[in-house]
């Protein structure tokens, strides 16, 4: 018999399981978490190797899945950290979001890395706080705080764009050394809370409002939330470009 696909209410049912998959950074995780009123409670976590995730995420998700004697088609919402970092982590972990969820029609759910990160701590102040990753090249994803019923910005940022900002963030979450150098030498004035990486279990936990609004995304137009374009865009343009004068 055919397993009817899943719908928001059932999703989110009272017990519902959520899994998280985060690949963006230099380590990541999946999560396995359930619905216990307006909290999550954390049932598992893997931690995935670096530069190794075509190899051990697929493994990994069954393998937390058997730990609790949860079948895939159980699962009621996945959560994707969908960027910024690794391109290649960024891709294998959406693909094997997509691979995972459609057969059976499980809503997905979508959070930037860096919302992840100012999610850490904030409940420990006001408003929405602005935080920094590293993007090696003495660059970092930035995310930059917004007053009241403005939007919140995610750029790629160097020294210049960073000099350039106003105002100045009175608080940045970091979790890395080449992020927080970057973002004292710059904005000494600055703030810096230091934090464990994120990980898939805080992506679920902070989606979870999301998840009880129902805001899931479209499979079919899931994508990475880069910030910067590839190696391959960039350094293939010239040739590009000759390609197309010849």
Not at 143 to 155: C, D, L, N, S, T
Not at 176 to 190: N, S, Y
């Amino acid at each position: 018999m055919q397993t009817p696909p899943f719908t928001a209410e059932s999703a989110l049912r009272e017990g519902g399981l959520v899994l998280g998959i985060d690949t963006c950074g230099p380590s990541g995780s999946v999560a396995l978490g359930r619905l216990a009123g307006e909290e999550m409670e954390l049932l598992g976590q893997t931690e995935l190797a670096g530069r190794s995730y075509s190899a051990t995420l697929v493994a990994a998700v069954a393998e937390l899945l058997k730990q609790h004697a949860v079948a895939l088609r159980e699962i009621g919402v996945v959560t994707a950290v969908n960027g910024p970092g690794s391109f290649t982590g960024v891709r294998v972990g959406l693909s094997a979001v997509k691979g995972l969820a459609e057969p059976f029609g499980i809503p997905v759910a979508v959070a930037s890395r860096l919302e992840v990160l100012a999610g850490k701590i904030g409940t420990r102040g006001p408003g929405v706080l602005s935080a920094a990753l590293d993007a090696h090249r003495r660059e970092v994803y930035l995310r930059i705080e917004a007053a009241p019923g403005e939007k919140v910005r995610e750029v790629l940022a160097g020294e210049a764009e960073l000099a350039a900002i106003t105002p100045i963030p009175g608080r940045v979450v970091i979790c890395e050394d080449a992020a927080e150098e970057l973002v004292r030498a710059v904005w000494p004035a600055t703030r810096i809370e230091r934090v464990a990486a994120p990980t898939a279990a805080d992506a679920i936990e902070l989606v979870v409002p999301r998840l009880r609004a129902g805001a899931f995304v479209d499979l079919a137009l899931l994508d990475g939330h880069y910030l910067r374009r590839s190696d391959a865009e960039i350094f293939g343009e010239p040739s590009q470009a000759m390609a197309r004068r010849a």
